[in-house]
């Protein structure tokens, strides 16, 4: 079975602190996704992967970063956490090609007070 | 812009089928139509997806239309664990193989 993992359920930090989420996946997907998800918004995408190293911008970067290191490991960034990034959540991975599936982790809902 | 449009909910009795809507008008000839489900808190599911023919597995049947601008996801028997937000996707292809994700259809399967 697809495994994709993230590191915590539930996160409190503080406005301004930085804030590590990170996601593996032990399929050997090259594809890896953020998304948070908020009331009546549904899920959007923040950034993407293809490949080690290599990182897309999705809809809603601004205050966002990314890194992958390892193909099995993305991590998301909040270089300075603030209220508004109060949200949950999604890590996902698939094959590359267009009929792959994406396999989602169980989310870590972040609250930044 | 959407890439899709679903209802934002529906209701449908346990044991009848339920049948989910979708439009993608802006569907593109190799793009593929996914449908994926959440329940409360969880991270979503893969349901089922294709390209053109009709599909069907364990969990659901996926019927596309002939000029593919739109589809419906069949539920065959509703259950009551069968209640969750339906997300309909069409998965991007030209800005680099992202799953886009709207808002969802809720539904609620009455006993």
């Known amino acids: 079975d697809v495994k994709v993992t993230q590191s915590s359920r539930y996160l409190v930090k503080r406005t301004g602190e930085k804030v590590f989420l990170e996601c593996v996946q032990d399929?050997?997907?090259?594809?890896m996704f953020w998304y948070r998800q908020d009331p009546g918004l549904g899920l959007r995408l923040i950034y993407f992967?293809?490949?080690?190293?290599?990182?897309e911008k999705g809809d809603i970067p601004e205050g966002y970063s990314v890194s992958r290191e390892k193909k099995e490991r993305f991590s998301l960034i909040l270089e300075s956490a603030s209220t508004n990034q109060t949200s949950m959540y999604l890590c996902?991975?698939?094959?590359?090609?267009?009929?792959?599936?994406?396999?989602f982790g169980p989310g870590t809902r972040l609250t930044v007070t | 812009d959407a890439k899709t449009t679903q209802p934002p909910s529906m209701d449908c009795a346990e044991g009848r089928a339920a049948n989910l809507p979708c439009n993608h008008s802006?569907?593109?000839?190799?793009?593929?139509v996914y449908w994926y489900r959440q329940i409360h808190s969880q991270g979503p599911q893969y349901i089922i997806h294709g390209l053109k023919n009709n599909e069907t597995n364990e969990m659901a049947s996926l019927i596309i239309t002939e000029d593919r601008k739109s589809s419906t996801l069949i539920l065959p028997h509703a259950t009551l664990r069968d209640t969750a937000v339906y997300y309909c996707?069409?998965?991007?292809?030209?800005?680099?193989?992202?799953?886009?994700f709207g808002t969802g259809t809720s539904l609620t399967v009455i006993p």
């Open positions: 996902a991975s698939s094959l590359l090609g267009q009929g792959s599936i994406a396999y």
């Open positions: 996707i069409v998965r991007v292809r030209v800005t680099g193989n992202q799953f886009y």
């Open positions: 992967s293809y490949d080690v190293k290599m990182k």
């Open positions: 399929m050997d997907h090259e594809n």
């Open positions: 802006t569907i593109s000839g190799n793009e593929y």
